[in-house]
């Protein structure tokens, strides 16, 4: 169907708002119409996500009216008695399309749980489990930039619904046609017949209490937490309160960022409120100034990444990526378990396929299996739970290189406020043995290699953007790369096809992996790379690996290795 169609559907209808109207109205650009409804939002990396506006292919009441009334019916006719919680974050429009999802939801007889202020990633999905709700929502678009928001959704066991079940609800989503097919009630009728029921102070005392429990060395940080000096920043999202509510309650003293301490959807001062960018702690070092910390770290306006910064050996701060971070609690916690006799037989930890290889060594070294995964930390989730039923190993910890960390399995998604808790438990010891966190990185360095990692993103927007960036993957796909800057790949695995061949050999072997679009070279010195579109952004990714002899080494390798491998996308964005 042509875009114009759509919008015609759109501007005629009694069910669109005047406010919507004059909106698309006003748009000259055919380009901006055509993206707005050439198609429609879909199930990416973590549910749907858009920017905010009027549209088919927009974030607004009717979108999210759409996902609400999808996963309504998918689960009346797969549950019995369904439930539903909901949290939502700072984001503009986050409460009202909660409330909008809560009252289809219970238009359709499901019993909702909505958290009755903002509230993270993680207590949703701790919610989720608390009460054993058949699913779960958070409108929020987590790191993305303040024009974007979005509707993730989970399933019964706490984690974000994996391709199987969104393929499911997509395709009750798909049979809406009509603005006047989607159902709702009033907040008050919702209420009055019990199917809307607040979340307060109870679920979140419980979740408190439950991941103080993951603290290793309780008795070291009850004696030391009050030395440690921590700047904290909420980047005026949901982690202001629980992250600074766990760490007071264990004793630490947080100097939070003041500029950013309160919910903002419109990030006054970090318009890309993701802590993967070193701009949104530029306030965060001007307190650093005066307070002169151990640590500064930051969460995401949904709370389930945490970035961090340290001071090096020459006093440099130096923001740390996902993957050292990944590193620094991997090992931490494996050394500390050890140290209190608590490494498990069976213990497993988990990471993406684009993460760090350090922790191979690491977990080795602890004899410790490590588990790779797909982008999207519900690929995490989703086996957690699959060990929790089996009892086959024990989840230990899980990780993504974009910032994304849990330990426990209390919470089946990535969790900036336990991930915010562990890295203060770090500091601490560290603290204690005259270290600091970069200390104890370049003793990881030291120990199992140096190991680098970078990313490099090509942004292209709209329905052009999207077939650039398809057309992009697939030359890599089509064509083999022989060499990058002389040195020879050895291994090509295409996870779309299933499908790793061994360059030298041309050898064959299937990846058990589900299906996705990514392509991953492997040189002959070990070093690597990824490409895959973005799930999340209007982006290409691309990711690369080195090791070097020493940290200087590895860091002059990276640099010529992405310039090469970016030459590369260059000219596949040209075929
Ligand atoms: O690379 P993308 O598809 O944009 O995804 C990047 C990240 O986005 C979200 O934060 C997801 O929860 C993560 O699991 C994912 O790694």
């Known amino acids: 169907m042509s875009y114009k169609v759509k919008l015609n559907e759109w501007l005629e209808s009694e069910f669109v708002s005047e406010e919507f109207k004059t909106e698309l109205r006003s748009i000259e650009d055919e380009k901006e119409l055509e993206d707005r409804f050439y198609t429609e939002l879909e199930f990416g990396t973590a549910g749907l996500r858009g920017v905010l506006g009027a549209g088919t292919n927009r974030m607004n009441i009717h979108t999210v009216g759409k996902a609400a009334e999808g996963l309504a019916r998918h689960l009346v006719k797969n549950v019995e008695n369904p439930s539903c919680a909901i949290a939502y974050d700072s984001r503009i429009k986050s409460d009202e399309f909660a409330m909008v999802s809560a009252q289809i939801l219970a238009a359709h007889g499901v019993k909702v749980y909505l958290y009755e202020a903002l509230a993270p990633v993680p207590l949703l999905s701790f919610a989720v489990r608390h009460y054993k709700t058949s699913a779960g929502i958070v409108i929020t678009a987590s790191h993305n930039p303040q024009a974007y928001n979005g509707f993730k959704v989970y399933g019964s066991y706490g984690g974000q619904v994996t391709d199987e079940e969104a393929d499911k609800i997509l395709k009750e989503m798909h049979a809406i046609v009509k603005f006047e097919d989607v159902s709702s009630i009033s907040e008050k009728e919702a209420i009055e017949k019990n199917l809307l029921v607040y979340i307060g102070e109870e679920v979140m005392k419980t979740y408190m209490e439950s991941i103080k429990t993951l603290t290793v060395k309780k008795d070291m940080v009850k004696e030391h937490a009050k030395d440690l000096k921590i700047i904290y920043t909420p980047i005026h999202g949901s982690g202001n309160i629980p992250v600074r509510r766990v760490l007071k309650e264990l004793g630490y003293t947080v100097h939070v960022v003041k500029e950013q301490e309160l919910p903002d959807g419109t990030f006054p001062t970090a318009p890309y409120p993701n802590p993967e960018n070193p701009q949104v702690f530029e306030l965060a070092l001007k307190l650093a100034e005066e307070v002169q910390p151990d640590i500064i770290f930051g969460t995401d306006p949904d709370c389930d990444r945490v970035g961090v910064i340290v001071k090096d050996k020459d006093g440099t701060d130096q923001v740390l990526s996902g993957n050292q971070i990944g590193m620094l609690i991997t090992y931490y916690l494996l050394k500390a378990m050890k140290e209190e006799n608590k490494v498990p037989d069976n213990g497993v930890v988990i990471k993406t396929i684009v993460s760090t290889e350090s922790v191979r060594a690491i977990t080795k070294d602890f004899g410790v299996e490590l588990l790779d995964v797909l982008t999207g930390f519900k690929y995490i989730g989703e086996k957690i739970e699959e060990y929790k039923e089996t009892k086959e190993k024990t989840f230990l910890f899980g990780f993504e290189e974009s910032f994304g960390y849990l330990a426990g399995t209390f919470v089946r998604d990535k969790d900036a406020v336990v991930a915010s808790m562990i890295l203060c438990e770090i500091a601490t010891y560290y603290k204690t043995k005259g270290m600091t966190l970069y200390d104890a990185l370049v003793e990881i360095y030291e120990k199992y290699g140096f190991y680098l990692e970078g990313i490099e993103s090509f942004t292209r927007t709209g329905k052009d953007g999207q077939e650039q960036i398809r057309k992009c993957v697939d030359y890599f796909r089509s064509s083999t790369i022989e060499e990058v800057g002389g040195v020879k790949t050895v291994s090509k695995e295409d996870y779309k096809l299933r499908e790793k061949v061994n360059l030298l050999t041309g ?38 690996a080195v090791k ?20 590369i996308v260059e000219k596949g964005f040209e075929a």
């Open 507 to 544: 050898e064959k072997t299937a990846i058990t992996l589900p299906s996705s679009n990514v392509i991953k070279y492997t040189l002959e010195d070990g070093s690597w790379f990824v490409v895959r579109p973005s799930g999340t952004e209007p982006k290409m990714k691309a990711y690369v």
């Open 548 to 567: 070097g002899h020493s940290l200087e080494d590895a860091k002059e390798k990276m640099e010529t290795f992405k310039k090469r491998v970016v030459a």
